[in-house]
């Protein structure tokens, strides 16, 4: 395993220390990138391991703005839902029944 310590700075404050490495697996040592990771509201960063040699380095940073806008977009997808599906608490309007006519007129010559 492959590790580096790198610090995150905002300006001149220190904001986060990050840890990506490089794992190896199985007998042909079979490289698996971990990425460092720093989230907050406004934006992730992830730091990953590409490239080293000796004393040297290579490192990518990905910088992802307003990924947490999906998750509370997907919150408030499902509080709609669960809003639109909630039943009403008025009651069914009643079926009136209409009065019955008893003195029905059928045509001429109709029953006879």
Same mark, same amino acid.
């Given at each position: 395993?492959?590790? @580096?310590?790198? /610090?995150?700075?905002?300006?001149?404050r220190?904001v986060?220390?990050?840890?990506?490495?490089?794992?190896?697996?199985? !007998?042909?040592s079979?490289?698996m990138?971990? !990425?460092?990771q720093? /989230? &907050?509201?406004?934006?992730?960063?992830? @730091? $990953? $391991?590409?490239?080293?040699?000796?004393? *040297?380095?290579?490192?990518?940073?990905?910088?992802?703005p307003?990924?947490?806008f999906?998750?509370?977009?997907s919150?408030? $997808? @499902?509080?709609? &839902?669960?809003i !639109? @599906?909630?039943?009403?608490?008025?009651?069914?309007?009643?079926?009136?029944?209409?009065?019955?006519?008893?003195?029905? *007129?059928?045509?001429a010559?109709?029953?006879?």
């Amino acid at each position: 395993m492959l590790v @580096v310590d790198v /610090s995150l700075f905002r300006g001149d404050r220190l904001v986060d220390h990050l840890r990506p490495r490089r794992d190896f697996f199985g !007998a042909n040592s079979s490289p698996m990138t971990i !990425a460092g990771q720093h /989230s &907050t509201a406004e934006t992730d960063i992830y @730091v $990953l $391991l590409t490239f080293w040699e000796g004393d *040297q380095v290579t490192l990518r940073v990905y910088n992802n703005p307003l990924v947490n806008f999906v998750w509370w977009g997907s919150l408030v $997808l @499902v509080l709609g &839902t669960a809003i !639109a @599906v909630y039943p009403n608490a008025e009651k069914a309007p009643e079926k009136r029944k209409r009065p019955v006519n008893k003195w029905v *007129q059928h045509p001429a010559g109709a029953g006879d």
